[in-house]
């Protein structure tokens, strides 16, 4: 079982930058100063009596953690090192730059207890980089994900489709060079232009147009696709809804909705469900399989892919769980006809 994690915001301490699409007091809900050392051990607490049998991960996510002075990440890591060394905590993740990352720094995480980094990335594009003032390039990506992997860290990427200058080939190709970097996993953010941001002035202004959320779902769907055949699971589609995201006037535009993970694995459940209704004649009745805990994505939500197979073949189709199906396998069932498709091979025949 995955460990538990005990979230911490650290928002934008340490960053002296300021990306086009970053407020990140607004997209972490959390804002000012670093959680003191007894801060950090009531929440650890709090999380333990919660759920005692759970092993618990500390996780530092937004801003840049390595981008701060070191005497500020000592102050959160080292209160943690006598739960670390008791097995009350198990293990330490956290989010940072690219650009903030050198040997020294991913030895000094190793040595208390980080074992993995999700590194924002973004894009690898170099004008995507430009133009959204992350401030370097795809080189320093390449270049920390081996500093990191060579201290024996895990390193998660980040990407963000559809900031200014992408388009869904170069985010594709990002995606591609991400995968040759071989992470233990993904995050994809399609971008939102959240107010206070240098983006929310440039859409504002007209210069500036995110992708809309079919846009923002099908490409997403076909970076799942690659990512499922390299075997690097994505982890995440879409920022998690907090209250201060969902609030009025904070997302201006953008392919932004509280269960968008959900509608890319339903589109990719609908691609292979149309492959496998290849000469199935319209009036049949059709059941499909899924895998455990696949069913909703294959119904779609508001059974919206029951509807689109009943106009688009003409067919009445159900779907069930199938607890002998791989979690990437889904079937057909139609008379005496029992297909089978792998969801991240588009057009595989039965
Ligand atoms: S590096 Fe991260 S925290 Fe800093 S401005 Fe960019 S997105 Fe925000």
């Given at each position: ?6 979230p911490f915001f650290i ?17 972490a ?30 996780a530092f996510y937004g801003g ?29 993740r956290l989010s ?22 999700e ?232």
């Amino acid at each position: 079982m995955r460990p538990l994690l005990v979230p911490f915001f650290i928002s934008h301490q340490g960053c002296p930058h300021r990306c086009v699409f970053c407020n990140q007091v607004r997209v972490a809900g959390a804002a000012g100063t670093l959680p003191t050392p007894a801060q950090l051990l009531h929440r650890i607490e709090e999380y333990h009596l919660g759920a005692p049998a759970r092993q618990l991960e500390v996780a530092f996510y937004g801003g840049s953690f390595t981008a701060m002075p070191r005497r500020d990440q000592e102050g959160l890591l080292l209160p943690l090192q006598p739960l670390l060394r008791a097995g009350a905590l198990q293990s330490v993740r956290l989010s940072t730059r690219p650009d903030a990352v050198d040997p020294d720094t991913a030895r000094f995480l190793k040595r208390h207890g980080v074992a993995t980094v999700e590194l924002g990335v973004q894009s690898l594009h170099a004008e995507v980089l430009e133009l959204s003032g992350r401030g370097h390039g795809a080189d320093e990506v390449e270049r920390s994900v081996a500093v990191l992997k060579e201290a024996g860290i895990e390193v998660g990427i980040q990407l963000m489709p559809g900031l200014p200058g992408d388009t869904p080939q170069r985010a594709l190709a990002s995606l591609r060079r991400a995968l040759d970097l071989k992470p233990a996993f993904l995050r994809i953010y399609p971008t939102l232009v959240i107010e206070g941001t240098e983006l929310a002035r440039r859409y504002r202004e007209g210069s500036y147009r995110p992708l809309d959320l079919p846009q923002a779902v099908t490409l997403c769907k076909e970076m799942l696709e690659a990512a499922g055949r390299a075997g690097i699971p994505v982890i995440r589609f879409g920022l998690q809804p907090t209250s201060e995201l969902d609030s009025p006037g904070v997302v201006l535009a953008g392919p932004y909705h509280p269960a968008f993970g959900q509608l890319v694995e339903s589109e990719l459940c609908f691609d292979r469900m149309c492959d496998l209704l290849d000469g199935v004649p319209a009036g049949s009745r059709v059941s499909f399989g899924a895998p455990p805990g696949r069913v909703s994505d294959l119904v779609g939500q508001r059974r919206a892919n029951l509807h689109r197979l009943a106009a688009r073949y003409g067919v009445t189709a159900s779907v069930s769980e199938e607890h002998d199906l791989a979690p990437d396998v889904i079937s057909l069932t139609w008379d005496e006809l029992r297909r089978h498709a792998r969801l991240f091979e588009p057009h595989s025949r039965h």
